[in-house]
């Protein structure tokens, strides 16, 4: 989710990390009151900053989730997937997208344009 719509979906947020909560997910990092900020990253040559939605540890693996939801602004979200996705990669870390109903058409075409069809948006 961009950085400007995360205020508008403040909800959708919170019934994501109860998800992931109920899902066995620990250390829940998240920018949302009462939960620690994840680490953003800086793009070189830029001012822009990616921030993860959501960071959490499994079975000691950390996890990156991204949510999914139409946005005005895809390029800027293909741009944070691919980044997500590369960085999970380099440190064996995992990447996941979740979704809501409404909003998986959006989410297999943006997956389909970056060619990550292998990714399975959780769907809640």
């Known amino acids: 989710m961009v950085k400007v719509e995360k205020s508008e979906n403040q909800e959708f947020l919170e019934k994501s990390i109860n998800h992931l909560e109920a899902t066995g997910f620990e250390d829940i990092k998240a920018d949302l009151e009462g939960y620690e900020t994840p680490k953003s990253y800086i793009r070189k040559g830029s001012d822009s900053k990616i921030t993860p939605d959501i960071v959490a540890l499994k079975n000691g693996r950390k996890y990156y989730f991204e949510i999914s939801l139409k946005s005005a602004k895809p390029r800027l ?3 944070k997937w691919l980044f997500l996705d590369t960085l999970s990669r380099m440190n064996s870390n995992r990447f996941r ?10 989410t297999d075409t943006m997956l389909e344009d970056i060619n990550l069809t292998n990714k399975e948006p959780i769907k809640i």
Not at 97 to 106: N, P, Q, S, V
């Open 97 to 106: 997208i979740i979704t809501t109903r409404g909003h998986y058409k959006f």
């Open 77 to 79: 979200l293909k741009t």
